[in-house]
């Protein structure tokens, strides 16, 4: 639900405090989850910054964040190790002394005495708290997370693993947040997901339907173009934005995948479990990643009965039953063996659909006819057996990830012609 | 090999530019790659920080970045749209004026004229080189890298897509970062790659076998725990670097995985092609990510047979081929299960191994003996069939990475074992 804002958003500067995440060891996974959270939320992220666990350089960028931001937020350096600085850092940044926090050293003992461990001086690091900050308990951790209130400004700290830090943000930041206007009631923007279509005819479709002063942008990844529509200057309410969204679903047609954020595995999962449909996968090139993909959902089990991926032809013939003449006349990497994988994975699984990938993902391999990055995607169901032929651009990795993607995005719009189909011969 | 580096290394920011890495639209995956080659070549990732597509924020992180590190590097924005702000940021903050780059232009002209494609007047905006700065070509895209050399500064600017970036730094920038000193000549650090043993017993065995000034960090990423050994002021060379390093590997023991980058999939990939043996594998609570992994390394088809995600009861025992009784009496998730699906995985494929996981990834499913987070493993080889329960910590997602991890870590040490007895045995 789109929610009117004021003009002016909150603005906000990301600190991500940890040398593991300037040494290429890991992705920073806080990044992406807390972009979308802001921007869910109406709070425009202007900048991040990564820094390392030290006390001057993580005091220097908190300090010149909260002189330009809204609303500053740290991650990590919480923990009880003498390399977890967050707390000293914003102390120097802001001039403010640490305070002892009964209530955090207290919920920390609970948890100590529970687990049989005892609370040495360097677990009560944990519990300083800034002058002024409230802490903010984090039931998965030792480490409380805090919030800080200055005037205009706004400082919250949030404890660096994934699991402590998300619940954490959802449940306690972000009612803050909306108490105080920083962030919007519902949702500050529109999503219109699609797949099939470019993001510069995507924009020519949409414009013509956005009141004056809406705001569009966009944001591409793997096949998947997400248009994000706001209410800017427009001042247009949550009704009002839900009506362009459905004029934009109109205009984009099976391009549409959904508004919000659902995947396109999430949304199969979803439309198959209405349905009350099975699905069985057979996967070559692909190795595995779309039923991955598929077992990502919770609930998967309920329609996924299996799938088998057949990298060699003895294991395309021997295992799912592809019929070797298929594979001598056109060869492993081909339409009529797509179809055929997909029609042998319902069989072989007893499914009512059967989703089939095959192809070239590279490095080497591929014909002049099909070279590196040529994809036949295989589906069957009770009304029929089709395949499709693609082309898809980048490294292996990405091969796979594209192919998986299109193969999810040919199945949603089989099955909104099935449940169609359906309805019409009550099948 | 480690190389000597002078006590003083060179001191790198990292500037990303672009709206969509604020917005949580897709991961800044430049910061992990770029974050492992800067650390592996001796230089010292300072800072990163993601800035949006607007002039005054790019043309202010880099005058900052500029006056406090000696390695600047900008990632984005020198594409030909108006948004693509990173030459015009740089000229404003180093007071450079953008002369045409006469080269770049020819370039652009010889690629476009290649594929019948006009040139434009924006297309021309990324032919505009600041003065003093060289071009750099791009083998796999329109805007060619910049390489600018002031006094003690360097500043680098490369293309936004991975696929272009990548190659311009191994291929170019890398060379001239050795010639001027800032990168070392080999590897900076060695890494010896662990599993199965946490970082502060590591540190404990590999503390007393450095040499006085060696630094030591750690990272960990899913059941990985990886000892970073750089000479330090320790003034070490290669050799003696080396020879720190095989000393550790004798004391970790088992739990020692390699020396360098390898990745448990591309170590099994390898060893089973040396060996000469194939693999097989069937999967439930992970769902395909064990053959999706081990498919991302090229050269998999030599050795992977074929997978199969046995979700369902009936998938295990159709399909697979696990007795039925097995599944009634000890549960789908259970030792004799896993060992059943992993011999039912080498007879199906006639492959020379099978492995195999069944669990509870959540979040829903578990038993009060076998809670969320527990999976039993399962190895079948000419030698025999073993079964091994294991629990991991995590939500969904982090189940099913850690549950793959430790059965690539588990199958590596049983080839370890399996080479041995095959040259004792012949076999």
Redo the contacts between chains.
């Keep these: 639900m789109a929610q009117t804002q004021s003009s002016q958003p909150c603005r906000a500067h990301l600190i991500n405090i940890g ?11 806080h ?9 869910r939320r109406g709070i425009r ?8 666990d030290e006390l001057p ?1 993580i005091a220097d ?1 908190i300090r010149q964040a909260w002189s330009r931001c809204d609303l500053v937020i740290t991650t990590g350096g919480m923990g009880p190790t003498t390399d977890d600085l967050a707390r000293d850092a914003v102390a120097q940044a802001l001039g403010l002394p640490l305070d002892p926090d009964p209530e955090a050293e207290r919920a920390l003992r609970a948890r100590f005495a529970k687990i049989g461990r005892e609370v040495g001086p360097l677990d009560l690091r944990q519990c300083r708290l800034p002058r002024g900050a409230v802490s903010l308990p984090n039931p998965r951790g030792t480490s409380p997370a805090l919030f800080l209130r200055s005037g205009e400004r706004r400082l919250v700290m949030l404890p660096g693993p994934g ?1 402590e830090l998300r619940p954490v943000f959802e449940q306690q930041v972000v009612p803050l947040l909306r108490d105080d206007g920083s962030a919007c009631d519902g949702e500050a923007y529109v999503q219109v997901r699609t797949f099939g279509i470019g993001a510069a005819p995507l924009e020519s479709l949409i414009r013509p339907l956005l009141r004056p002063g809406m705001q569009l ?1 966009f ?3 793997s096949g998947v173009v ?1 248009a ?1 529509i706001s209410p800017g200057s427009s001042g247009a309410c949550c009704d009002a934005m839900m009506e362009v969204a459905r004029a934009v679903r109109d205009a984009v047609g099976d391009d549409f995948v959904c508004t919000g954020h659902s995947t396109l595995a999430q949304l199969t999962v979803e439309r198959l479990g209405r349905l009350g449909r099975t699905l069985a ?1 057979a ?1 070559s ?8 993909n ?3 959902i ?1 609930g ?2 309920r329609v ?9 032809n ?2 395309k013939v ?2 799912l039953g592809v019929p070797q003449a298929l594979i001598d006349q056109h060869g492993a990497v081909s339409a009529e063996v797509a179809a055929a994988m997909a029609t042998a994975a319902t069989e ?3 499914a009512h659909h059967g989703l089939a990938i095959t192809g070239f ?4 391999g591929g014909t002049a006819a099909d070279p590196v990055g040529t994809v036949y995607l295989g589906y069957a169901s009770p009304s029929g057996v089709w395949s499709r032929r693609i082309v898809v651009a ?4 990405q091969v ?1 990830v594209r192919a998986v993607n299109t193969a999810l995005d040919w199945l949603r719009r089989k099955l909104s012609r099935y449940a169609v189909e359906d309805a019409i011969h009550g099948a």
Tied chains: 1, 2.
Excluded at 45 to 52: C, N
Excluded at 361 to 364: E, L, Q, S
Aim: with cysteine.
């Design positions: 040398d593991e995440l300037l040494e290429g060891v890991r992705p920073n996974g990044l992406v989850w807390l972009g979308e959270q802001l921007a992220l202007e900048q991040a910054s990564i820094v390392r350089a960028e699991l942008t944001g591409t990844h997400d994000r996968v996967e090139c692909t190795g595995g990643l779309l039923a991955s598929l077992t990502d919770p998967a089990s996924l009965v299996g799938s088998l991926v057949a990298y060699t003895d294991a021997g295992v072989r699984f007893g993902a590279g490095p080497d980048g490294d292996r990795a796979k």
